[in-house]
């Protein structure tokens, strides 16, 4: 076809650089710097971001002194053919903010307030709270776009996105300190602990099952995975993710069970996924002989991937580290990024990562799915994660791949024309091919615009590259637009391309196998950390419950994540409102006082600046 002789509509994504009031046009810079001339209708509107249970922020009666130049934008509009060219003309607007480098979701309490929507969402969703009392038995894994439960006879409730719907509770406590939030965190971790925990009193370790089912009073539970990918066996990323809330709890209460139960949960990697003859840890085991390499695993026999591997550190270690400061938890942390960073480049081949292997960490590119495509979140969190335990373990090799990644994924794997990150790439090109192909499709995934924000904001943070600061801004910028469900609350799955929401089969749900509260709050709680600490240099509060004697040494830790050495200090510090003076600001400590009583504290963390 040697002319598009259609219309069609689409997203420019990008910067104003001119505005023409005489013909009602506007230029506008892509973020990989192609230009377009944009032109207004008389039925053109426009909108500022707004966070969730804000009202609608109209601007169109300020179109003209919003286009000013240097302006970031959203702008979807219908291309016209017109001669030998396209005219496009826009029919709406989402702007990040009032001005040129001026981003709403950079306000101190953004993320806070959003946390704060997000979690007292899914107390409505799951329990009809504050109308019942929170009860975990009501949870139900899928729940509608609206939120409402999928079917009432459905009791299904897996154990990972129970954990990761606690530790959205526990983070919006982090951040709120409103009681409610931990009332719902420390009931679903007590519901984990009594209805999903396995103890083995043969090799005296725990592992968790892969969800309950619940018909009347009868409770069936589900030892090995139902979902496709590891049908039949023990998957490492279930074991690894039914420690995400309940660890995130233990930072706010220090219940000694919680600890107990992450030391041998532990013990289970250390003695069944971990290949003590090699290096790493094996994706699955067999649920009877708890053997990585027995043949009833079939395609997941003898294999490792990025999630066993990869995922403990966000999931549960890092914050395990932050709330014992344990050596062992750190040795182990080094362990898993070392081995990240020997294994997985595969730069030779591939301006990705290679994510499936064999126990001898030959490349696995047959496997279901996956064959030899990457997935641009998996990448990005490596960058990410590699930055936050740069802080704590510092090596050139962590930088450099992380900073390898940075470099590459905003060209391969982000939408540069409409803004936002994609999800499944082929991983190398085929002949005559100059862009890596989308497997299945171009929309776009929320927690894969998580890793981009979070990867793009700590590498900003720690080593102030602006390129860095421009594409954490872009992937923030496109999330706040198009994410928020400001009808219904929450998140959305999946938006298309153009940043509009998709709402099809189980991308259309606010609870699946995939999606909880997680990655939303995860992002809520680490964006306005980097933000906050790192970047716009503005103080934080965090809350804190511990139970009377929990934490070692009556020692409470309470660094927000691992942020570069002397970078924050702790302000000021509250005991059940009251001033508290008993703290160590540089080691980000707080000595608890011997009492018989859960006491309420309340830090201030503050950047060296």
Request: aromatic share 14%; glycine share 6%.
């Amino acid at each position: 076809m040697d002319h598009m002789s259609f219309s069609f509509s689409d997203t420019i994504a990008g910067y104003v650089t001119d505005f023409n009031r005489s013909e009602k046009s506007f230029g506008i810079k892509t973020s990989d710097g192609r230009k377009f001339q944009a032109y207004l209708t008389p039925t053109t509107y426009g909108r500022i971001t707004q966070n969730l249970q804000e009202p609608y922020n109209d601007c169109t009666q300020r179109l003209a002194e919003m286009l000013t130049p240097g302006q970031p934008v959203f702008a979807y509009g219908i291309f016209y053919p017109q001669g030998e060219e396209h005219k496009f003309e826009v029919k709406s607007f989402v702007f990040p903010g009032d001005a040129p480098s001026v981003y709403r979701h950079e306000e101190p309490d953004w993320w806070v307030k959003q946390v704060r929507s997000i979690a007292d969402s899914y107390l409505y969703w799951q329990f009809n709270y504050p109308e019942n009392e929170i009860d975990y038995r009501q949870y139900r894994t899928f729940l509608r776009v609206t939120g409402v439960k999928k079917r009432e006879d459905d009791y299904l409730q897996e154990t990972d996105t129970v954990s990761r719907l606690v530790y959205g509770f526990a983070s919006a406590y982090l951040m709120t300190g409103e009681d409610r939030f931990l009332e719902a965190a420390e009931k679903g971790t007590e519901y984990l602990r009594q209805h999903m925990r396995f103890y083995d009193p043969d090799e005296n370790l725990i592992y968790w099952y892969h969800g309950i089912k619940v018909t009347g009073n009868r409770e069936q539970k589900l030892l090995t995975s139902e979902f496709s990918d590891d049908y039949d066996a023990i998957p490492a990323y279930e074991q690894i993710y039914a420690l995400a809330g309940p660890i995130q709890t233990y930072r706010i209460t220090g219940d000694p069970r919680i600890l107990k139960d992450a030391e041998m949960t532990v013990d289970l990697f250390d003695k069944f996924f971990l290949d003590k003859e090699g290096t790493g840890y094996f994706s699955h085991i067999d649920p009877i002989t708890l053997d990585p390499r027995a043949e009833s695993l079939g395609r997941n026999r003898a294999r490792k991937n990025w999630n066993s591997v990869g995922d403990h550190a966000p999931a549960y270690l890092i914050n395990l580290w932050l709330a014992t400061g344990e050596q062992k938890y750190a040795d182990m942390l080094e362990y898993t990024f070392d081995t990240i960073e020997k294994y997985f480049p595969d730069y030779d081949n591939s301006p990705f990562v290679q994510e499936k292997f064999h126990e001898d960490w030959s490349r696995d590119q047959t496997w279901g799915w996956q064959q030899n495509r990457a997935v641009i979140g998996h990448n990005l969190k490596i960058a990410w994660n590699l930055m936050r335990m740069q802080s704590l373990k510092p090596k050139d090799q962590y930088v450099a791949l992380a900073e390898k990644i940075a470099s590459l994924m905003p060209k391969l794997g982000s939408d540069q024309q409409r803004g936002g990150w994609y999800d499944v790439i082929e991983r190398i090109l085929d002949e005559g091919e100059e862009q890596h192909r989308l497997v299945w499709h171009d929309r776009k995934a929320w927690w894969q615009q998580e890793q981009a924000i979070l990867a793009y904001l700590i590498l900003n943070g720690i080593t102030q590259n602006p390129e860095y600061l421009r594409h954490a801004r872009e992937a923030a910028a496109f999330y706040n637009a198009h994410f928020l469900d400001h009808e219904d609350g929450g998140i959305y799955f999946n938006v298309l391309a153009n940043g509009l929401p998709f709402l099809m089969g189980n991308e259309r749900f606010k609870g699946s196998h995939s999606m909880s509260g997680y990655h939303s709050t995860e992002l809520c709680y680490l964006a306005s950390v980097y933000t906050n600490l790192l970047f716009t240099k503005q103080p934080m509060d965090f809350y804190f419950k511990p139970l009377p004697g929990a934490f070692k040494d009556n020692i409470l830790r309470v660094s927000p994540d691992i942020l570069p050495p002397g970078s924050v200090k702790i302000g000021a510090c509250w005991l059940n409102e009251e001033p508290y003076h008993n703290f160590d600001a540089d080691a980000l400590t707080v000595k608890l006082p011997d009492t018989k009583e859960q006491v309420k504290v309340k830090v201030q963390i503050v950047p060296n600046q």
